[in-house]
C-alpha cells in the first residue's frame, strides 16, 4: 500500500475507534432508557450529544476520503451531496455498487 492509502487508513481507523466509542455509550443510554421509566427526557437529553458526535464523526470520515480520492478538502453547503454523487459515479465505473 502506497504511503498516501496508508495514511487515510490510519485516519479511518482512528475514526472508526472514535464512532465506536460513541456508538457504546448511546447503546448504554438506550439499555437504561428501557429500564428506566420515567427518566426518559433525562436519558435522551444525556444521548443528544452522541448522536451529534457520530454525525461529525462520519462527516470527518468522508471528508478525508473525499481529499484523498478528490485531491481537495469539500467544500460549500452541498459538499455531502457532491461527495455523493462523485462516489457513486467512481464505484459505477469501478463495476461495483
Same mark, same amino acid.
Given at each position: 500500500?502506497?504511503?498516501?492509502? +496508508?495514511?487515510?487508513?490510519? !485516519?479511518? /481507523?482512528?475514526?472508526?475507534g +472514535? *464512532?465506536? &466509542?460513541?456508538?457504546?455509550?448511546?447503546?448504554?443510554?438506550?439499555?437504561? *432508557?428501557?429500564?428506566?421509566?420515567?427518566?426518559?427526557?433525562?436519558?435522551?437529553?444525556?444521548?443528544?450529544?452522541?448522536?451529534?458526535?457520530?454525525? &461529525?464523526?462520519?462527516?470527518? *470520515?468522508?471528508?478525508?476520503?473525499? +481529499?484523498?480520492?478528490?485531491?481537495? !478538502?469539500?467544500?460549500?453547503?452541498?459538499?455531502?451531496? &457532491?461527495?455523493?454523487? /462523485?462516489?457513486?459515479? *467512481?464505484? !459505477?465505473m469501478?463495476? /461495483?455498487?
Amino acid at each position: 500500500m502506497n504511503r498516501r492509502l +496508508s495514511v487515510l487508513a490510519e !485516519r479511518i /481507523r482512528a475514526e472508526l475507534g +472514535s *464512532l465506536e &466509542t460513541v456508538v457504546k455509550r448511546a447503546a448504554d443510554i438506550l439499555a437504561r *432508557l428501557a429500564s428506566s421509566p420515567g427518566d426518559e427526557e433525562y436519558l435522551l437529553a444525556a444521548a443528544a450529544p452522541d448522536l451529534h458526535g457520530f454525525y &461529525t464523526g462520519l462527516e470527518r *470520515l468522508f471528508a478525508a476520503i473525499a +481529499s484523498d480520492v478528490d485531491g481537495a !478538502r469539500p467544500t460549500g453547503l452541498d459538499w455531502h451531496g &457532491t461527495c455523493s454523487a /462523485r462516489w457513486h459515479w *467512481l464505484f !459505477r465505473m469501478s463495476g /461495483r455498487r
